[in-house]
């Protein structure tokens, strides 16, 4: 199953709301993650289950989707908020993952 | 708080073997967690590379198999990956991490930037 993020990279200002899409080559249910990977740093997981946040994640963060379709939306655009953003299909073999988004600040 | 430290040379030759290891920290080896290496190209998204389960268990991507493998050592608290015939391709930052049994990864190790070159 291949997974496709769009855009690659976007530039937002702070206090924008953020939408970031992934796409799954065939339905995988609700079975989606999002990572969170800023600049030099491990990815530290931000929300599975397409829309469960992971504890400790700002509720400026939101997850939406189920089948191919899923998407992750940052409401108020933070600068702490730097970073590239990596979905990711589980729950099966061979987990893999989208080519990321990097979000960039105005 | 579980943390993982990762270790091992920065800089391979061609058709050498690349060997990291990963320590962990604030828990044990021995417990219900699939123990992965994943990594990343420069400029790439990620790329699982495989997994191994305490009882021995294992998977790896089929695109690496032939040349990969990832062992535990119970009694350093610790597991390690070797990648065999390396060619610059396999450059990359390379993390391991601690999923679940559905395959999310809930920590992961700082990551270590090896280079594939003469």
């Known amino acids: 199953i291949q997974m496709t993020q769009s855009p690659s990279t976007l530039s937002a200002s702070v206090g924008d709301r953020v939408t970031i899409t992934c796409r799954a080559s065939?339905?995988?249910?609700?079975?989606l993650a999002w990572y969170q990977q800023k600049p030099g740093k491990a990815p530290r997981l931000l929300i599975y289950?397409?829309?469960t946040l992971e504890s400790g994640v700002p509720s400026r963060f939101s997850g939406s989707g189920s089948g191919t379709n899923f998407t992750l939306t940052i409401s108020s655009l933070q600068a702490d908020d730097l970073a590239t953003y990596h979905c990711q299909r589980y729950n099966n073999y061979l987990p893999s993952f989208g080519g990321g988004t990097k979000v960039e600040i105005k | 708080q579980v943390q993982l430290q990762q270790s091992g040379p920065g800089l391979v030759k061609p058709s050498g073997t690349l060997s990291l290891t990963c320590a962990l920290s604030g828990g044990s080896i021995n417990s219900d967690t699939w123990w992965s290496w994943l990594r990343q190209s420069p400029g790439k998204g990620l790329e699982w590379i495989g997994e191994l389960y305490p009882t021995g268990s294992s998977s790896y991507n089929p695109s690496l198999e032939s040349r990969i493998t990832i062992s535990l050592d119970m009694t350093k608290n610790q597991f390690s990956l070797t990648v065999t015939s390396v060619t610059a391709a396999d450059t990359a930052v390379y993390f391991c991490?601690?999923?679940?049994?559905?395959?999310?990864?809930?920590?992961w190790g700082q990551g270590v930037p090896v280079i594939v070159s003469s």
């Open positions: 991490a601690r999923a679940d049994a559905s395959r999310l990864f809930h920590s």
């Open positions: 065939q339905s995988i249910d609700r079975w």
């Open positions: 289950k397409a829309s």
